[in-house]
């Protein structure tokens, strides 16, 4: 089993709907949570990060944690076909090291 | 603001070349510098990390070395590149400011022919 957990995709929503994607992850002891954007060819760059149970909102973006269900989650309401791209779940324990532990990734297209 | 530079951004080696990969952050003290490599289609593979001058982790047994020289500068080299040494590098740092987040670079890409 995968320390973080993502469905690879393709994820495939018309332009204006809600995309959903999800992460779970195996070590109960982790306390950071993020989200991050790649499109294709260039570097993952930090959408939203979560620490709390709940939801956290950020625009068109909002991050959902669970850490009973060991589970967060990211909704992109409105979605444009600019949101088409590969979002990467991480998680961290918090230690010093800062080391995170990243899914591979759930690509999605928002069709026009 | 922290920023982070990574050079060359792209480059082609032959199968037994030399590599220098180099990485430097500006904007924060004795940040942890990580080095990941992502080969085509895949997830993120952590290569090394480092909490401090001189202190490199490595994660997976491979070719490759790393070495922190500086405080922010991170330099990721091999003696002799492999084909499976191809792929995208990734130079990314965080610090307990920053709330453990990892903010990478811009990545290079390496392909070995």
Known sequence: QKEVEQNSGPLSVPEGAIASLNCTYSDRGSQSFFWYRQYSGKSPELIMSIYSNGDKEDGRFTAQLNKASQYVSLLIRDSQPSDSATYLCAVNRGTNAGKSTFGDGTTLTVKP | ?113
Do not use: M
């Not at chain 2, 990390?49 to 500068?73: C, K, M």
């Not at chain 2, 590098?89 to 290079?108: D, K, Q, V």
């Open chain 2, 1 to 113: 603001s922290q920023t982070i530079h990574q050079w060359p951004a792209t480059l082609v080696q032959p199968v037994g070349s030399p590599l220098s990969l180099e990485c430097t952050v500006e904007g924060t003290s004795n940040p942890n510098l990580y080095w990941y490599r992502q080969a085509a289609g895949r997830g993120l593979q952590l290569l090394f990390y480092s909490v401090g001058i001189g202190q490199i982790s490595s994660e997976v047994p491979q070719n490759l070395s790393a070495s922190r020289p500086q405080d922010r500068q991170f330099i990721l080299s091999s003696k002799k590149l492999l084909l499976s040494d191809s792929g995208f590098y990734l130079c990314a740092w965080s610090s307990r400011s920053s709330g453990n987040t990892i903010y990478f670079g811009e990545g290079s890409w390496l392909t070995v022919v």
